[in-house]
């Protein structure tokens, strides 16, 4: 009955833990959500060497965004309200990263892909 630890770092923190900036977080973290469950159909496809950097891109940023959930979730309030202005520019960052790294890739797959792709990510 021992949880793995991959088990442990990969289970997100609860939306229910951000002392701050929470509207923020949550938007970055389904916005997360739903790239990573379009990733695997992407990389079935195997969009070329520019898509496989626009994928490498893609996890990075998605590695990124988790530890930023976190950090807002681990983190005091008071630092919390502190460092607000570069909370919302790292949220911005990342949104912007994904999204061109998604309209790369959108050039690569079939057109159904892509239009997946544009439906779920730029809700």
């Known amino acids: 009955m021992w949880i ?3 088990e442990v770092s990969e289970t997100p923190p609860s939306h229910h ?14 916005f997360v959500t739903r790239v ?4 695997p159909e992407i990389e079935a ?5 520019s898509g496989t ?7 990075s940023e998605i590695d ?15 630092y919390l309200a502190f460092t607000g202005d570069t909370i919302l520019s790292r949220c911005k960052k990342s949104r912007n990263m994904f999204e061109q790294s998604l309209n790369q890739v959108q050039n690569m797959v079939p ?3 892509a239009a997946e ?5 730029f809700l």
């Open 4 to 6: 793995d630890a991959a």
């Open 17 to 30: 833990a951000i002392k701050v900036h929470h509207l923020m977080c949550m938007e970055l973290i389904q």
């Open 36 to 39: 990573s469950i379009l990733l």
């Open 45 to 49: 496809v195997r969009p070329g060497c």
């Open 53 to 59: 950097e626009a994928l490498c891109r893609l996890n």
């Open 64 to 78: 990124k965004a988790k530890t930023l959930h976190q950090h807002c979730s681990e983190s005091s309030k008071l």
């Open 111 to 113: 057109v159904s892909l």
């Open 117 to 121: 792709v544009s439906q779920k990510t």
